[in-house]
């Protein structure tokens, strides 16, 4: 387990992205972490507009809650600032879009569905857990719904 996680989540306004990162917050905490810090910003536009969160996760108290750069990028809708990353996860009709910096070279690039039952935030979260090695058991003691926990763990099987 690293000693700091960083993880930017990039999506579409509304309720998604924020349930989706205190979800993820969670399960990290229940993976081992001791602190998460997430820090979530909205476009101006209630809904139909962009919004993203930053997830640290740390062993050591108070981690910084702001991501210049990170070890997971998740992109699931189109944005002008991608943060620099070790990872990516890009959906797949906005990766094609792109223009790829050279950092992208050095990075492990993975393409999410662009059918909308793939992006919900459930699903982008057991992706999530798939591509970090986090162990689907880490559920079995959280109060998650099971409309939720299928989804999460279709997108766990997905990478």
């Known amino acids: 387990m690293k000693e700091i996680l960083k993880?930017?989540?990039?999506?579409?306004?509304g309720e998604g992205i924020k349930?989706?990162?205190k979800l993820l917050g969670k399960i990290l905490l229940k993976n081992g972490y001791k602190f998460v810090s997430i820090k979530s910003?909205?476009?101006t536009v209630v809904r139909g507009g962009s919004s993203n969160a930053d997830i640290v996760a740390s062993n050591r108290r108070n981690p910084p809650p702001v991501i210049e750069s990170a070890d997971l990028a998740v992109i699931t809708y189109p944005t002008e600032e991608i943060v620099e990353s070790r990872k990516y996860i890009f959906e797949e009709s906005i990766y094609k879009r792109v223009e790829k910096p050279d950092e992208y070279k050095e990075a492990k690039v993975y393409s999410l569905s662009s059918d909308p039952k793939y992006l919900t935030g459930s699903n982008v979260i057991g992706v999530v857990m798939g591509i970090l090695e986090i162990d689907k058991r880490v559920l079995d003691e959280m109060r998650i719904d099971e409309a939720s926990l299928s989804k999460i763990l279709e997108g766990l099987s997905h990478v």
């Open 7 to 13: 993880i930017k989540i990039y999506g579409e306004g």
């Open 19 to 21: 349930r989706a990162s």
């Open 41 to 43: 910003t909205y476009d």
